[in-house]
């Protein structure tokens, strides 16, 4: 158990690091670290250099990680892996700041004009109205059963279990104790399809076939994708002390962690792909200024919450709206209401 364990650690790592030295191109047209720039620049030596030193710097702290997983392996010190996870997010903040700011001076003044196509329909779902709701009931059909069958489940069961695979986490039959799982999922999932809406409200509309189009309707890809694991992981969750052998859970830990990452890395790969089509509009028309460190959107005189993001997949808030800051205040405050609730 103790060597799944560094396995699937191991394995976070090299998925962060391949994340994080692929998300510098997995943006917009014309963006180099949150910048707007011309072709010319992106494709210069300079430009060149930026993305190959931002990468060494990656895979650098990465290999530092990889030593602390082994480390912890070794030693049993398992918050050796967070740390290096941590180094890992913190090196490539700080390297995309670094690249930022020498991208900058080469940055491109925001389009003066706007231009829109006022009769293109707005994206829609992948998959339909169905795919949404599936999750949702996936979920309730998950509850129903567990409510059905609430006799057999045991008075106290594990939820957790060390890297030797003894249980070292515990519930009790309770309301929440039985249902907390699928009441986070209910969260996550309303989340989820609330940002949904909001990417497709906020999205530039693009005609029919476009660049833009094709690219706005890959966005949704991956919250659908990671509703349908959440929906699969909590399930699982949540049946946990009906489906118990030996007081251990039948699906190994690296199956639990592995699968979901590479569904959703295929998803944001999609999405990658597709974020380098060629748009039919202006690749951006908000202003250099207004992007601090080239990832925090914050423009008083923009009425949008959301715009797209210059750095990385998806769209992303307008901090100077008070609107972004409720939205972000909810989804902090969602989870520490649930284990409250938990607890009582």
């Known amino acids: 158990m103790q060597l799944e364990f560094m396995i699937v650690a191991a394995a976070a790592n090299l998925f962060a690091a391949a994340a994080l030295s692929l998300a510098p191109v997995w943006s917009r047209p014309g963006m180099l670290f949150g910048v707007r720039v011309g072709r010319?620049?992106?494709?210069?030596?300079?430009?060149?250099?930026?993305?190959?030193?931002?990468?060494?710097?990656?895979?650098?702290?990465?290999?530092?990680?990889?030593?602390?997983?082994?480390?912890?392996?070794?030693?049993?010190?398992?918050?050796?892996?967070?740390?290096?996870?941590?180094?890992?997010?913190?090196?490539?903040?700080?390297?995309?700041?670094?690249?930022?700011?020498?991208?900058?001076?080469?940055?491109?003044?925001?389009?003066?004009?706007?231009?829109?196509?006022?009769?293109?329909?707005?994206?829609?779902?992948?998959?339909?109205?169905?795919?949404?709701?599936?999750?949702?009931?996936?979920?309730?059909?998950?509850?129903?059963?567990?409510?059905?069958?609430?006799?057999?489940?045991?008075?106290?069961f594990p939820i957790h279990w060390d890297s030797q695979g003894h249980p070292n986490g515990w519930a009790d039959r309770t309301f929440f104790g039985v249902f907390g799982p699928a009441l986070i999922a209910f969260g996550i999932l309303i989340f989820i399809a609330i940002l949904m809406a909001g990417i497709i409200r906020s999205s530039r509309r693009a005609t029919e076939g476009s660049g833009l189009s094709r690219r706005n309707q890959a966005m949704l890809v991956v919250p659908v994708i990671v509703m349908w694991v959440i929906a699969i992981m909590f399930s699982l969750v949540s049946l946990t002390p009906l489906i118990l052998r030996n007081g251990q859970f039948p699906i190994p830990a690296f199956a639990l962690i592995l699968v979901p990452i590479a569904a959703v890395f295929a998803g944001f790969w999609?999405?990658?792909?597709?974020?380098?089509?060629?748009?039919?509009?202006?690749?951006?028309?908000?202003?250099?200024?207004?992007?601090?460190?080239?990832?925090?959107?914050?423009?008083?005189?923009?009425?949008?919450?959301?715009?797209?993001?210059?750095?990385?997949?998806?769209?992303?808030?307008?901090?100077?709206?008070?609107?972004s800051w409720a939205m972000l205040c909810g989804v902090v405050a969602m989870p520490f209401v649930i284990i409250a609730l938990m607890k009582h």
């Open 40 to 156: 010319e620049y992106r494709a210069s030596r300079q430009g060149r250099l930026l993305l190959r030193n931002f990468r060494l710097k990656v895979w650098a702290a990465t290999a530092l990680a990889l030593a602390l997983t082994v480390i912890s392996g070794a030693t049993a010190a398992f918050w050796l892996q967070g740390m290096g996870l941590a180094l890992q997010v913190a090196t490539a903040i700080f390297a995309f700041r670094a690249a930022w700011l020498e991208a900058k001076p080469h940055g491109l003044p925001a389009p003066a004009t706007r231009t829109a196509h006022l009769f293109a329909p707005p994206p829609h779902v992948p998959g339909g109205p169905l795919a949404v709701a599936t999750p949702f009931l996936l979920i309730a059909g998950v509850s129903a059963y567990l409510a059905s069958h609430w006799s057999a489940i045991p008075a106290r």
């Open 270 to 323: 999609y999405a990658a792909r597709a974020s380098a089509e060629p748009d039919d509009l202006p690749d951006d028309n908000t202003p250099n200024d207004c992007w601090k460190w080239g990832q925090i959107y914050y423009n008083p005189a923009d009425p949008s919450i959301m715009v797209e993001k210059r750095f990385g997949l998806g769209y992303t808030l307008n901090f100077a709206r008070w609107q």
